[in-house]
């Protein structure tokens, strides 16, 4: 028995008997920082710990401000500096990051345990939420650090979306002598800015899901899984099954001749490798793909690429005579003719460009 006077030693805070209080109104504390992020930094500091996080994300807010209010001022002066668009994708990004950061900051270290109203703790309110605000359904859900993770994720969306929809300023200010970048660089920075819209989206999607899993049971068992699992898989069944190949090349050299002419380079080139290998049997994708090194530079690989080419004329011109040769040797009556063939030596080339007999020692006598 514990003495009179003395406490009960602590419990673990890990423990389900933690000494931990569930705050009834400090939903409305947590709902307050997730909504104002720096700015409840900078209004409720609480140690001296945030007052740093809260500086840095009220200079952030205000720097996205006035980028917003002076947008296209700010991409007009940096289009007649010397590497301009460095500056501009630089600096874009970092904004738009720091700001989310400080606001995960605040959302991590909002209140620890809150009893939010009824109406919002179901699996389909959280779900819901978590789809249209990125964290808001894992905050409710107690799960502080993921909300901020997910803020941040989209943050991280946010920017890539801004520098991806500019891909047009970008090439044509960042290419030549006054940018100083190369092709490879800038659609790089698009390749990337890309991935990364790729990877927010999924991000998101993902934490909403998991905003279900954290107040469902039913969603923490494995029939949930193992039914998106099934999904998934009947998903890519469908995909391959109705899957052409050559159709799927056609519209990937589609859009690299959109591409070249919007003046990129380095994607349309990887969008023709990619249809080349999609269906080896038109020259078309090959023949763009040689252009595009020439303008790169890359003139030992285009001629790399025109000698595969020749190559692969090559074996479809032997191909052609091969499939007659069964055939026209044959001294057996077929069942789709009136007789036996006549025997020939050898077959004879064929020109590519018309698919006609050029030995003239073949021509019939009644010609």
Not at 74 to 93: H, K, T
Not at 179 to 200: P, S, Y
Not at 323 to 330: D, F, H, K, N, R
Not at 331 to 341: D, M, Y
Request: aromatic share 10%; charged share 15%.
């Amino acid at each position: 028995m514990a003495r009179a006077g003395k406490r009960p030693a602590r419990a673990p805070s890990g423990e389900p008997g933690a000494p931990l209080r569930t705050k009834r109104h400090g939903w409305f504390l947590a709902l307050r920082a997730y909504a104002f992020g720096p700015v409840n930094l900078v209004l409720w500091p609480r140690g001296k710990h945030r007052i740093a996080w809260a500086i840095v994300g009220a200079s952030s807010l205000v720097a996205t401000a006035l980028l917003w209010i002076w947008w296209s001022a700010f991409l007009d002066v940096l289009a007649r500096l010397e590497r301009g668009v460095v500056f501009w994708v630089v600096s874009v990004a970092l904004v738009i990051l720091l700001a989310a950061t400080a606001w995960a900051r605040a959302v991590a270290t909002s209140e620890r345990r809150v009893c939010w109203p009824r109406v919002v703790c179901s699996s389909g309110a959280v779900c819901t939420l978590g789809l249209v605000l990125p964290g808001l359904g894992l905050l409710i859900a107690g799960r502080r650090w993921k909300a901020a993770v997910a803020i941040w994720c989209a943050g991280l969306l946010v920017a890539a979306i801004i520098v991806a929809r500019h891909w047009r300023w970008l090439v044509a200010n960042g290419v030549g002598e006054q940018g100083g970048l190369t092709h490879q660089t800038i659609e790089g920075v698009l390749c990337v800015a890309t991935g990364c819209v790729v990877f927010g989206f999924l991000a998101w999607l993902v934490f909403a899901f998991d905003g279900v899993r954290a107040v469902s049971p039913v969603a923490r068992s494995g029939s949930v899984a193992n039914g998106l699992a099934l999904a998934l898989l009947v998903t890519l069944a469908s995909f391959f099954a109705n899957f052409r190949p050559t159709s799927a090349a056609r519209d990937l050299n589609s859009a690299a001749e959109r591409l070249r002419q919007d003046g990129l380079r380095v994607i349309p080139l990887a969008l023709y490798e990619f249809a080349s290998v999609l269906d080896p049997s038109s020259p078309t994708y090959l023949a763009g793909a040689a252009t595009l090194y020439d303008e790169l530079g890359l003139s030992h690989t285009a001629a790399a690429k025109r000698d595969l080419l020749e190559r692969r004329a090559t074996q479809f011109a032997a191909a052609v005579g091969a499939e007659l040769v069964p055939i026209a040797t044959s001294e057996k009556t077929l069942p789709w003719s009136f007789g036996p063939l006549d025997t020939i030596d050898q077959v004879p080339p064929y020109d590519l460009r018309g698919i006609e007999r050029t030995d003239a020692a073949h021509v019939p006598e009644a010609q």
